[in-house]
């Protein structure tokens, strides 16, 4: 029995990841929805831009939550939310919960990675999936306690991954450049 899969169809963002976002963003500096939603853009790499019938219900639900409140209008006619002392506490909340939810979700780790490899060309991709794996576990080990890391060992992180994104993207660029 053959399955046929959805071609036509993009998977859909993450309950909850939208609120987060917007949070984080938020954690930084003051923000009008439509700067929420073009900085979500460029760090999806064009990929997902959401729109104002997402950002703009958000922000309101936020602002009667009292987590945030409305700043002035700036000379462009932005209307900027900036956090409350409830909204941080509140942000500090998801992140914990985040993390909770992040770690009991490792246990997919190896499935996820192994999930990436599958079709017929499956075994062209097998002397990646433990390097992967051991790469993924590493980092989510490292992140999972930063207050034990040293400004050297970020410096480290840092250089590892560049070098690892490097080496990858050359790859992925002789890929792009034969299609």
Same mark, same amino acid.
């Given at each position: 029995?053959?399955?046929?899969?959805?071609?036509? %169809?993009?998977?859909?963002?993450?309950?909850?990841?939208?609120?987060?976002?917007?949070? $984080?963003?938020?954690?930084?500096?003051?923000?009008?929805?439509?700067?929420?939603?073009?900085?979500?853009?460029?760090?999806?790499?064009?990929?997902?831009?959401?729109?104002?019938?997402?950002?703009?219900?958000?922000?309101?639900?936020?602002?009667?939550?009292?987590? @945030?409140?409305?700043?002035?209008?700036?000379?462009?006619?932005?209307?900027?939310?900036?956090?409350?002392?409830?909204?941080?506490?509140?942000?500090?909340?998801?992140? %914990?919960?985040?993390?909770? #939810?992040?770690?009991?979700? $490792? #246990?997919? @780790?190896?499935?996820?990675?192994?999930?990436?490899?599958?079709?017929?060309?499956?075994?062209?991709?097998?002397?990646? %999936?433990?390097? /992967?794996?051991?790469?993924?576990?590493?980092?989510?080990?490292?992140?999972?306690?930063?207050?034990?890391?040293?400004?050297?060992?970020?410096?480290?992180?840092?250089?590892?991954?560049?070098?690892?994104?490097?080496?990858?993207?050359?790859? /992925?660029?002789?890929? $792009?450049?034969?299609?």
């Amino acid at each position: 029995m053959m399955i046929e899969i959805a071609r036509d %169809r993009t998977l859909g963002v993450p309950r909850g990841l939208l609120r987060f976002l917007v949070l $984080e963003m938020l954690s930084g500096k003051p923000m009008a929805g439509a700067e929420i939603s073009e900085e979500i853009e460029v760090q999806t790499n064009g990929r997902w831009k959401p729109s104002p019938g997402s950002i703009y219900p958000l922000m309101a639900w936020m602002l009667r939550k009292g987590f @945030t409140i409305e700043l002035p209008k700036n000379p462009e006619g932005l209307k900027r939310y900036s956090f409350t002392p409830a909204g941080q506490q509140y942000f500090e909340k998801q992140i %914990r919960l985040g993390k909770d #939810f992040l770690r009991k979700m $490792e #246990f997919l @780790t190896p499935i996820l990675i192994g999930g990436l490899q599958i079709g017929p060309n499956r075994e062209k991709l097998s002397k990646t %999936r433990e390097p /992967a794996r051991n790469l993924l576990k590493a980092f989510m080990t490292l992140t999972h306690n930063p207050d034990k890391l040293s400004a050297a060992d970020t410096t480290k992180m840092a250089e590892a991954l560049r070098d690892c994104a490097e080496k990858l993207g050359k790859i /992925a660029q002789k890929l $792009e450049d034969e299609q």
